[in-house]
């Protein structure tokens, strides 16, 4: 192996690591120290008198009980959706559809979730006057219950199915021949190769239900859980950041409980040495009854959202319900309200484009470099770290650290929490991507005379530029939803419109929460299908020599 002199290599690979050193380990330790101040040093005194208060033990009850709720329901949700698409023979269209329609959710801000929930299920919410009665009171469990499962639902669909399209479906031919009864071949060939994923999407739904503000922000009512009694220690009337740093530290425990599981779970996935097409045994029973519920799960989830599209084009819900577009003019004249809207938008382009250079950086340095092992696993471990990390926990240590620097209250504070918080995901998928790429062209560019910067610009990058697209969209979408890490570093100028939302709550000005959500909505929906257009138009070099290749390989049979 020809030796290459990474120089570039190497300068990105420090100031990645720099970057995190400085905005992620510096500001949990100056979380974890804060936590243990006493007004004569340092104590444990500040845990005592949270752990042993009436109120954080009820919370982290309560917050453990819906957690777990929520995260079964949404897993077993998601498991038959993504087995409707791989596993019937519906149309590609209607297939398309339901994958469609379940991730999009993501493009809502959680905290719209409760104020969506309120106005369907309220005494005089839109479902509750079209079944003539309230189905279920809203406030507390049963609300946040829908509003968690509708908010972890999109996140475990993708991953589920995901590792659906790796299974090799052949195996369940091998069942029948065997005899076994369709129960059996259905646990042995579809369930037990996912229990790895099943249970690592049970964790994630967990650890984002734990860890999730947005929604009980609005319906929790008085179902306390971890994160508003944390919001409340530190934002609430009077602050003590003693105790907000406990349960900020007691809200990591998930964190390190979710690490220890994932790698646990590693060994329970199935890998297969080749994956064969086939085609799925006609039933229509079968595809009836997945389409049919199917399509059930999803008129319940979206139908939670209609009123966002209903009340801000009345005059006065419920009780005038002419048609009017004032709400609407009356945003877009409101000078503050556009601002913010402004400023989550350029918030939101430079978060993506940060993000995307940092993670490209750090994908390229483990992916696509001959530095040791144990100098990529240091990146690998922050891409660990920060996927485990509440953002709540990240924002309340960014407001202690920064407090009283000249970072405070500015949009670059708020860019770097957003690119530190979700960075785990997009530098997966670059790495992942890098990795399937020839991993030879650097050495070939390089005796031929081309750098290195000259190879990952004319040669690498090119090849990436779908993955380049979806970690530029996966950036902008969450930097415009997110609440839960902005809400603490977040000052008037630099507002964005989820911090106002949260604003207009105690006013309840309700029509414009819901067409500012309706903006980000449309933004991202506008976001998405931009990337979604260009990556279509992106010729993919090898496309047909690859497909070839497969067709030779792979033998269609049927079950």
Not at 276 to 290: M, P, W
Request: net charge positive.
């Amino acid at each position: 192996m020809i030796k290459r002199n990474e120089k570039e290599i190497k300068v990105i690979y420090v100031l990645v690591v720099l970057l995190f050193l400085v905005f992620l380990a510096v500001p949990i330790l100056r979380l974890l120290g804060k936590s243990f101040e006493g007004a004569a040093g340092l104590s444990v005194e500040n845990y005592i008198t949270v752990l042993t208060g009436k109120g954080f033990g009820r919370a982290l009850l309560n917050s453990l009980w819906i957690s777990v709720c929520s995260a079964l329901l949404a897993t077993l949700l998601a498991f038959f959706l993504a087995y409707t698409i791989h596993y019937t023979n519906l149309k590609k269209r209607t297939k398309k559809l339901i994958r469609t329609l379940a991730v999009l959710p993501m493009l809502l801000p959680t905290i719209t979730y409760g104020f969506a929930i309120i106005y369907s299920f309220g005494k005089q919410g839109l479902l509750t006057r079209l079944f003539g009665r309230q189905i279920f009171e809203i406030y507390g469990f049963n609300g946040l219950l829908l509003g968690y499962v509708i908010y972890t639902l999109p996140v475990s669909f993708l991953l589920i199915l995901n590792t659906m399209s790796y299974i090799d479906k052949k195996f369940m031919v091998v069942s029948r021949v065997m005899g076994d009864k369709p129960f059996a071949t259905f646990m042995g060939t579809v369930v037990r190769p996912l229990l790895g994923t099943l249970a690592a999407s049970m964790v994630q739904c967990f650890f984002l239900c734990f860890t999730d503000y947005g929604i009980p922000a609005s319906v929790g009512g008085k179902f306390e859980v971890v994160a508003t009694v944390l919001y409340n220690e530190m934002l609430g009337s009077i602050p003590n950041f003693q105790n907000g740093a406990v349960v900020a530290m007691m809200m990591l425990l998930p964190s390190v409980l979710s690490i220890s599981l994932l790698h646990w779970l590693e060994r329970y996935n199935v890998r297969y040495n080749k994956i064969s097409t086939i085609e799925i045994r006609k039933n229509r029973k079968r595809d009836y009854f997945c389409g049919l519920t199917s399509s059930v799960i999803l008129l319940v989830i979206l139908s939670v959202f209609a009123v966002i599209l209903v009340v801000p084009f009345v005059e006065e819900w419920p009780y005038r319900t002419n048609f009017t577009l004032s709400h609407v003019t009356e945003v877009f004249r409101d000078s503050s309200l556009l601002g913010v809207y402004k400023n989550s938008l350029f918030m939101a382009v430079l978060t993506a484009l940060a993000g995307l250079i940092t993670t490209y950086g750090a994908a390229l340095a483990t992916a696509r470099s001959q530095l040791g092992r144990k100098w990529k696993g240091i990146i690998e471990s922050i891409a660990l770290v920060t996927n485990t990390i509440p953002g709540m926990v990240i924002g309340i240590a960014f407001l202690l650290i920064f407090t009283g620097t000249p970072l405070q209250n500015t949009f670059a504070l708020i860019i770097l929490c957003n690119v530190v918080h979700f960075f785990s995901t997009p530098y997966l998928m670059m790495k992942n991507s890098l990795e399937k790429l020839n991993s030879s062209w650097e050495t070939t560019a390089l005796l031929m005379g081309d750098s290195w910067a000259k190879t990952i610009f004319r040669i690498v990058t090119p090849n990436m530029r779908s993955t380049i697209l979806e970690v530029f969209s996966y950036y902008f979408v969450n930097a415009m939803v997110t609440v839960s890490a902005v809400i603490f570093i977040a000052g008037a100028r630099t507002m964005v419109i989820t911090t106002k939302i949260k604003e207009l709550q105690y006013y309840t000005r309700f029509n414009e929460i819901f067409v500012l959500s309706l903006l980000i909505l449309a933004t991202n929906l506008l976001v998405k299908g931009l990337v979604g257009y260009l990556s279509q138009r992106e010729f993919h070099p090898g496309k047909i020599l690859d497909l070839s290749i497969l067709k030779k390989k792979r033998g269609v049979q049927k079950v």
